[in-house]
């Protein structure tokens, strides 16, 4: 069974106060929706809190991002087990902002996703192309490129996969559901030529770029979408709770 993640990337929002008033409103409006999986993304400054907050609730806590080092002279840096040890079980890995802004590398990414792993953690690994890069064509070359460099032999079972297309991102231009579910598609059959058709039926993949709760439910109707990473409309507890119920109405996938 695939069960329905739906994710909220903060990304540099909220201060501890603020997530905690998120949180205190959040909670009461998905209470009961057993069937989907939720998990928040808050800075790493409000992890600490928002753990403790979170302590014996349904609610998943990740880091937007790790170093690949477990301690040392990296300043500004957060190691895997910093993570573990503020309650996250998630972390995103290769999120196009880090690609982009930050300088992370495919190699990076692949340091950072066998971190996370050996410490427990479980990666979200962030795959997506650009719009020049979508309009020469080359999309699904981007995004299996970006695979094989982090994948090669590391378990994808462990690993949970979200396509989230530069051009999406905070655009308000959702791919459409068809787009969504193409590249989805297209991802679990690279899955499944490189590690087998079992793993390939069990990988889960998001997708992410403008969702909101408007195209939420659409796009998580799709057979091979299996929740959505959401960012803007994830800071607003009455949205991001209105996107929880159009996956619950999913509910997961048989495999
Ligand atoms: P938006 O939902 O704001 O487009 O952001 C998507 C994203 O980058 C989630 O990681």
Redesign the pocket.
């Known amino acids: 069974m695939r069960r329905i993640l739906v994710?909220g990337?903060w990304?540099m929002n909220k201060t501890p106060a603020e997530t905690e008033g998120f949180i205190e409103a959040f909670l009461p409006t998905i209470a009961g929706l057993g069937r989907v999986e939720i998990a928040i993304?808050p800075p790493f400054t409000s992890l600490d809190r928002a753990g403790r907050l979170l302590e014996g609730t349904t609610i998943r806590l990740g880091g937007q991002d790790l170093h690949f080092e477990t301690s040392g002279a990296y300043t500004g840096a957060i190691s895997a087990s910093m993570l573990v040890a503020c309650g996250c079980r998630y972390v995103?890995v290769g999120?196009?902002?880090r690609r982009r802004l930050f300088g992370d590398d495919d190699r990076i990414v692949r340091l950072k996703l066998e971190a996370a792993l050996s410490s427990g953690l479980f990666p979200i690994l962030?795959v997506g192309e650009g719009t020049e890069e979508r309009r020469r064509g080359d999309s699904e070359g981007v995004v299996t490129d970006q695979l094989s460099s982090a994948l090669d032999a590391l378990d994808p079972e462990r690993i949970v996969i979200?396509y989230?297309p530069i051009w999406?991102?905070?655009?308000?231009q959702?791919a459409t559901p068809q787009i969504a579910e193409g590249m989805a598609s297209a991802i679990r059959g690279w899955v499944s030529s490189r590690f087998g058709g079992e793993a390939g039926g069990r990988v889960r993949s998001l997708y992410?770029?403008?969702?909101?709760p408007d195209n939420a439910g659409a796009i998580m109707g799709e057979p091979d979408i299996d929740g959505v990473?959401?960012?803007?409309?994830?800071l607003d507890p009455a949205k991001f709770a209105s996107i929880v119920r159009s996956g619950v109405s999913v509910g997961g996938r048989d495999v």
Not at 168 to 172: D, E, K, P, Y
Not at 208 to 212: F, T
């Open positions: 994710a990337n990304k993304f995103l999120h196009s902002e962030c979200a989230e999406a991102i905070g655009t308000g959702t992410g770029g403008s969702v909101n990473l959401v960012g803007g409309a994830s």
